[in-house]
Each structure stands twice: as C-alpha cells, then as structure tokens.
C-alpha cells in the first residue's frame, strides 16, 4: 500500500486520484462505483414505472370516482424546488473547486434545505402534515389507501421510493456539509463533493420523470 501511495505522489497525484486511463480519463474508483450504482438504480425506477405503465394500460378503469386527484400545482411547485436544488448543488461544487469554504457551505446548506422541504411537501401531499398551512387534508385522509387500487398503490410505491432516495441525499450532503466546516476540502480536491453532485442530478432527474408520468399524463 505505501508503495502504491508513493508511485502517486511520484506522478502527483493525491492519494483518492487514478493516473489517467485512455478510456475513463482520470475518474476515480469513487466515480466510477457511483455511475455503476446510478446506473443499477435507474433500473429500478425504469421497472417500477415501466410496472405503472402496464397496470395503467391494462386497466379499464384506472381512478375510482371514490379516489381522489393528484395536486398537481402544488407538486410542481416541489419540482421547482427540486431543480433549484440542483442548481445550488452546482455551485457548491463550483466553490469547493475555487477552495471557497464558506461559500460552499452556504450553498450545501440550501441544498439540503431544498431536500428537506421537498420531504416536508410529499408528507403534507400523503398525511396533510402541514395542514393549518396549506388548507389540505393530505391524500389519505381523502380517501387514497394504499392497497385498494393500482392507481392507490403504484403512485405511493413510487413516489415514496423516491422519497427514500431524497432523504438518503439530503443526509449524503449533510455529511459533506459537516466535512466541508471540517476543512476537509479546502485543498481543492473536490471529488466527494462531485460524487455527492452526481447522486443529487440524478435524484432530481428521476423527479421529472416520475412527475411526468404519474402526476401529468390525463388519467382519462
């Protein structure tokens, strides 16, 4: 191991960085653990829609007139939150590269911010957590019972699977905020911070297509 860690640093490179390959560049074992990992969970979501959309098809009545509608303006407004999210990790990223601690954590704060408050949403959406502010019983208390239809069953499945991954990145970042306050990137060597980047992109990636087909498409 010590003889593996001074051929990098003869080359000078950090002990966490490959020497440069002619077909994955300089990526580090971490990236390329991270895009298999996406790849494997993009599988997943790609089987429990394409399952949505079987059920869906097959069905000749997909919404009871006892179940109740979507909120689609307020999940919207969730998916705007959502991108501006992705924004924000952006430039987190952008100053840990420039070795800007406080603004980096500025910017890894909001995005947790952002996580959490799309969590908050999606409890007020099923439970009406929230409701001395919204007005809004939540779904279940209108009748949405997981387990008395498809239409019940595939959209909380879905949603809350997705929901998982949201709470997962919202505490990756958390991590990554408490190790940036800990100076633990300020030599510029930022990609944690980048694998972190990857996993919330996709997260958020996964939100549009799920909110597309679930929430947008006419259910008759």
């Avoid at 960085?17 to 560049?25: A, K, T």
């Avoid at 601690?101 to 009406?128: D, I, N, P, W």
């Amino acid at each position: 191991m010590s003889h593996a860690i001074a051929e990098h640093q003869h080359v000078g490179l950090m002990p966490d960085q490959w020497p440069e390959n002619e077909h994955f560049g300089k990526a580090t074992a971490g990236k390329l653990g991270m895009w298999l990992f996406l790849l494997s969970d993009a599988f997943s979501f790609g089987g429990l829609l394409l399952a949505y959309g079987i059920l869906r098809g097959g069905s000749d009545v997909w919404r009871q007139p006892s179940e109740p509608l979507l909120g689609i303006n307020f999940t919207a407004g969730l998916t705007f939150l959502l991108i501006c999210s992705s924004v924000t990790m952006v430039m987190a990223y952008a100053a840990v590269v420039e070795k800007n601690r406080t603004k980096a954590m500025k910017f890894l704060g909001l995005t947790s911010v952002g996580g959490g408050l799309f969590l908050c949403g999606q409890m007020q959406e099923y439970f009406g957590a929230f409701a001395f502010l919204f007005g809004h019983e939540g779904l279940v208390h209108e009748g949405l019972i997981f387990g008395q239809s498809h239409y019940a069953t595939t959209f909380y499945v879905i949603t809350s699977f997705h929901g998982l991954h949201v709470f997962s990145g919202v505490t990756y970042m958390t991590v990554m905020l408490v190790r940036t306050a800990l100076g633990k990137y300020d030599d510029g060597n930022y990609n944690h911070i980048e694998l972190c980047g990857l996993f919330w992109h996709f997260v958020d990636l996964i939100w549009i297509l799920v909110f597309t087909l679930v929430y947008l498409i006419p259910l008759d």
